[in-house]
């Protein structure tokens, strides 16, 4: 499942634990809100024992009525890890609300075209990741495009990206329809697509709630970080939004600055970083890459400290989002 999508990948691989249709127990329906599959996650888990193997679902398609129909990755042959983005984390980081802050007030006098969500918007993303327990067989190596309309319709081209080298720290195939096997496009009828909140407000407080719905502070100290890259990943941010987002993001207290550097695709950013778990059940660093016009560039996952069982060293790039484009066609 792309991290964009309705569900995130800490959520899907607990859904997948709770149900699993090859082996004949229900698959959760992908059209519910990540708090119904929340909650309908952990009651089958107070029931039923953990799978012994994890599957990453990265893809669901609505069809008649409740029912859907989910598409999932097999054994790609881009198992080698890439490599970490040039970033010296040797050095203590800074902590990140006074850069923030001072980067949302630069930007007020930027002019700000309202975004009422009232048109169609065009995302262009890739996707990579790997499981820390299986890496060789669980991996997803995605180039994503979706269309996704005011009524929640829309269609969503996913692509299986060939092997890239191992350690490479640019992408190598960044273009639209970039060579690969092209799935068939999953398709959303309306009300059916999940853009996962609403237009993102302008209003800090308020764009917290709705952050917050996605991705519940119950979460972890990560949880925030990892609903502002899967939002601005689908959403044609415009620049009062962008500010609002830096502010929501300068309020979380454990942030850290860790200075600038060259994204995936090549762009110059600044990178936020934040930790969670522990060495006893793994511990790993969530990265954000925030351009100096305030847009969210993508997000990286390290597993500084593999969780038990896993054949990965440490410090291995366990995932990555780069978000490539997003914009509302004429």
Same mark, same amino acid.
């Given at each position: ?105 630069? %930007?007020?006098?930027? =002019? *700000?075209?309202?975004?009422? !969500?009232? +048109?169609?918007?065009? $995302?262009?993303?890739?996707?990579? &990741? ?118 929501? %993001?300068?309020?979380? =207290? *454990?942030?850290?600055?860790? !200075?600038? +550097?060259?994204?995936? $695709?090549?762009?110059?950013?600044? &990178? ?59």
């Amino acid at each position: 499942m792309t991290r964009h999508s309705h569900i995130d990948d800490d959520l899907l691989r607990r859904a997948l634990e709770a149900g699993d249709p090859l082996r004949g127990k229900e698959l959760l329906p992908f059209t519910l809100t990540p708090a119904e599959m929340r909650s309908e996650v952990d009651r089958k888990a107070a029931v039923a024992p953990r799978m012994n193997r994890r599957r990453v679902i990265v893809g669901a398609a609505a069809t008649m009525g409740a029912a859907a129909a989910a598409y999932v990755v097999w054994p790609s042959a881009a198992i080698a890890a890439p490599g970490r983005l040039d970033i010296d984390f040797t050095k203590p980081g800074k902590p990140a609300a006074d850069w923030l802050t001072s980067l949302a007030d630069a %930007l007020k006098s930027e =002019p *700000s075209i309202a975004n009422l !969500g009232n +048109t169609t918007t065009y $995302a262009h993303l890739q996707r990579w &990741v790997m499981d820390t327990i299986d890496p060789a067989s669980q991996l997803i190596a995605q180039d994503i495009q979706i269309w996704w309309h005011p009524d929640r319709s829309g269609r969503e081209l996913l692509t299986t990206l060939p092997a890239q080298p191992s350690g490479q720290r640019i992408a190598q195939y960044l273009e639209p329809s970039p060579p690969g096997k092209q799935m068939d496009p999953i398709r959303y009828g309306p009300g059916q697509y999940s853009s996962l909140i609403d237009v993102p407000s302008t209003n800090p407080d308020r764009l917290k709630s709705q952050l917050d719905t996605h991705e519940p502070p119950a979460n972890g100290p990560k949880a925030t970080l990892r609903a502002i890259a899967d939002v601005a990943a689908i959403h044609d941010l415009n620049m009062a939004q962008r500010r609002a987002f830096l502010i929501v %993001l300068a309020g979380i =207290p *454990s942030l850290l600055w860790r !200075g600038i +550097t060259k994204d995936r $695709a090549g762009r110059t950013c600044n &990178v936020l970083s934040i930790d969670s778990g522990d060495t006893s059940q793994g511990l790993r660093r969530d990265l954000l890459l925030v351009s100096i016009a305030g847009e969210i560039y993508g997000h990286e996952a390290i597993a500084l400290t593999p969780p038990p069982r896993s054949p990965i060293s440490n410090d291995t790039v366990i995932e990555y989002t780069l978000h490539l484009e997003t914009r509302q066609p004429a």
